[in-house]
């Protein structure tokens, strides 16, 4: 095996909080090891048009704090096609690029997992607000985005208590109500809704009533964006049966400032040490593989796998929230 003197590192899909965290310790961990590192503009976008930029240690300073990514990402849906990545690989191939580094979750590690059959030696860092990433536990970006969500509903249960009212809160997720589950179990959500189980509108309707029978001053509900019934869909639904709840309802949308947010502490931690985990990955020979934490621990899975397989929601959190 050749060895690694130039690494290029890449954002793509969903931004997440701690991906900025992440390119900073592939920059500075390869500057340490004597291997040189590009960043790549715009995701698999980028990588296909040959925008590389030079990352150094001081091209990556004040970068940790951040959110987003100051590398930029997009999605590409063209690269599902092998005459586009076979632009990619040209470009590396151009660069004298070693080994790629692609930081995103499902849909970006599945192109990671393309090139990888394709000949390119790639290790993938889990990076999603889902936390639907197979082979990790907790994914980069998922407690900040959760963080964000929480203190959202604390806020609305004040407003809520003050005046009345129950809320119906939808945050994001895509097809995974992971954020949803653990937002209303941390919360103190009166019920939840997710894609993974359904719920009735009658039974949401009688969690509401029986908040406001008990005495409570409000009602909160989380509704997962890919639920069957989302909280508009659900507000439209309950505009004719305003009298079996017994509070005023009303809607707040997330929608991306969860995914916005500058990174917490835990993230700013995990970013850094998934970015060095893959240099030395790398270094070590490794390839063809997804790091994340498992455990206390940061484990590699086969991009194959992590490609062909979404993690499952742990739906003991469906029966926690109900419980609690």
Do not use: W
Not at 125 to 135: F, H, K, L, R, Y
Not at 142 to 169: H, N, P, Q, Y
Not at 280 to 308: C, F, M, Y
Request: charged content about 20%; hydrophobic content about 50%.
């Amino acid at each position: 095996m050749s060895a690694l003197r130039r690494v290029a590192v890449l954002t793509s899909g969903g931004d997440a909080p701690g991906m900025n965290a992440a390119v900073r310790a592939v920059a500075r961990t390869g500057a340490h090891r004597g291997v040189e590192v590009l960043g790549v503009r715009q995701g698999y976008g980028g990588l296909v048009r040959g925008e590389f930029v030079e990352l150094g240690p001081r091209a990556v300073a004040g970068v940790i704090q951040r959110g987003g990514t100051f590398l930029g990402t997009s999605r590409l849906l063209e690269f599902r096609e092998a005459s586009v990545r076979a632009l990619a690989l040209e470009q590396l191939r151009a660069r004298a690029v070693d080994a790629l580094i692609v930081i995103g979750g499902n849909g970006t590690q599945s192109g990671a997992a393309a090139l990888a059959r394709e000949g390119a030696r790639v290790v993938g860092i889990a990076s999603t607000i889902d936390n639907d990433v197979e082979g990790c536990d907790v994914s980069l970006g998922t407690t900040t985005a959760l963080d964000i969500a929480i203190e959202a509903i604390d806020r609305l249960k004040v407003t809520a208590a003050s005046i009345g009212r129950a809320f119906l809160v939808e945050v994001m997720g895509r097809d995974s109500g992971y954020l949803a589950l653990a937002a209303a179990v941390a919360g103190g959500a009166e019920a939840v809704v997710v894609p993974e189980r359904a719920t009735s509108p009658e039974e949401l309707a009688a969690a509401i009533r029986k908040a406001h029978e008990v005495g409570k001053a409000h009602a909160i509900v989380v509704v997962a964006e890919g639920a069957a019934l989302n909280a508009e869909e659900l507000s439209r639904v309950f505009v004719e049966r305003h009298a079996e709840l017994g509070f005023e309802l009303r809607v707040t949308r997330l929608g991306h400032v969860q995914r916005g947010g500058a990174p917490g502490a835990f993230d700013r931690l995990l970013g850094s040490r998934l970015g060095a985990c893959a240099v030395e990955r790398l270094l070590a020979g490794e390839h063809g593989v997804v790091v994340g934490l498992r455990g206390a621990d940061i484990a590699s899975t086969p991009l194959d796998a992590v490609a062909e397989h979404r993690k499952p929601v742990p739906l003991y959190l469906f029966d926690l929230a109900a419980t609690l």
